[in-house]
């Protein structure tokens, strides 16, 4: 099998409640994201999409996304698409860095081999754990009171993980937590997640003000040596995300004790070939992880409930369903959340196809 075609489009994914808002005044209101399709000489078709968070959360944008594809593509025409290893090293080669292009190249090549194969993608990746599994949603910054009056409508659709966005003025977030935490019942679990936005100073006022709360603590600091330090003064279960970004630094924070759960992201490693080699990774050393992506639609949001439903239960420590977050949905037969749950589909591949009246026309194709 070959890769004959490479298409890609951009897609606009604005939110139902506005806009998302984390530290240090970020805020998107649209999301911009990249859809990519990767044609073969059998006739098989995957797909694959990533969607930065803004041009301003990581190295890395949508616009650069697809002039990435762009450079990147003509040497894939003509790989086989099944063998994703070599495929990843012929990514690599070609393009030094810029993890997050390579992404839906690589989500669509796996979607090819479980279509290739006949399988779904999660048992590809490891098999399927469960039924379902536990979702996460994001609790967009605000005011205290208006954080805590969000969580009884989240909880009204299932949800049982919070994860609160602070990073801010820390007499404010110490209120954030205070006030989000107050709200929730024993079976639920809250993140106050910072997303680097603490100097260390501050950070430290922060965890020792909410000592008496039962609350995790993400990525409070940008640096993961601030980080550490932060870790080494904390009482609170230690989430890092930001700075988990290869096997390199997972072996590191694992002989420094430096954290409890670690945030995989699928576009930060480059695709589900590496995610997964940081997954088993984390399995192998005991890590809980969330499986998440920095944002995305309907197959972003297939690609994530793959690499999850593939994780063992006991070491998934959360998810997202991006697909839920936004008002236009880019393709059919993603999973849909039930109850704050969702699974991975059934049938082989992502088992998602574009809406190609939303998509339009391709910004991009490669033969």
């Known amino acids: 099998m070959k890769i004959t075609r490479i298409r890609a489009?951009?897609?606009?994914?604005?939110l139902h409640e506005g806009s998302y808002k984390w530290s240090g005044g970020k805020s998107v209101s649209v999301f911009d994201s990249t859809v990519v399709a990767i044609d073969t000489d059998s006739g098989i078709t995957g797909y694959g999409e990533v969607c930065p968070l803004g041009p301003f959360y990581l190295p890395a944008y949508a616009a650069g996304a697809r002039t990435g594809i762009a450079e990147l593509g003509p040497h894939l025409i003509g790989e086989d698409p099944t063998q994703l290893a070599r495929l990843n090293r012929r990514m690599d080669a070609a393009l030094q860095g810029h993890p997050y292009v390579k992404s839906a190249l690589d989500i669509a090549c796996w979607d090819?081999?479980?279509?290739?194969?006949?399988?779904?993608?999660?048992?590809?990746?490891?098999?399927?754990?469960?039924?379902?599994?536990?979702?996460?949603?994001?609790?967009?910054?605000?005011?205290?009171?208006?954080?805590?009056?969000?969580?009884?409508?989240?909880?009204?659709?299932?949800?049982?993980?919070f994860q609160l966005k602070v990073g801010g003025d820390p007499h404010v977030d110490i209120e954030r937590i205070r006030a989000v935490a107050a709200e929730l019942k024993p079976d639920e679990r809250l993140i106050a997640d910072a997303n680097t936005g603490w100097l260390m100073h501050d950070a430290l006022r922060v965890v020792r003000a909410v000592r008496d709360v039962d609350v995790y603590i993400e990525q409070p600091c940008r640096t993961y040596e601030e980080c550490l330090t932060i870790r080494r003064h904390c009482d609170h279960p230690f989430v890092l995300d930001e700075n988990i970004d290869s096997l390199d630094v997972l072996l590191r924070g694992h002989a420094d004790r430096a954290m409890d759960v670690v945030n995989i992201k699928i576009s930060k490693f480059g695709g589900l070939t590496k995610a997964r080699q940081a997954r088993d990774l984390c399995a192998a050393l005991g890590i809980a992880m969330t499986i998440e992506d920095s944002w995305g639609g309907d197959i972003v949001t297939a690609a994530i409930a793959h690499l999850a439903h593939s994780t063992p239960t006991e070491l998934l420590f959360t998810t997202t369903d991006f697909n839920s977050y936004v008002t236009v949905s880019n393709a059919e037969g993603a999973p849909q959340r039930r109850n704050g749950r969702l699974s991975a589909g059934t049938v082989p591949g992502l088992g998602v196809t574009p809406r190609f009246e939303i998509l339009g026309k391709p910004v991009l194709e490669i033969s």
């Open 9 to 14: 489009w951009r897609v606009e994914l604005p």
């Open 112 to 161: 090819i081999l479980g279509k290739t194969a006949g399988q779904p993608v999660c048992i590809l990746l490891g098999g399927r754990y469960g039924d379902d599994f536990g979702l996460y949603r994001a609790i967009s910054q605000e005011a205290p009171h208006l954080m805590a009056q969000r969580v009884a409508g989240y909880r009204a659709e299932g949800y049982k993980r």
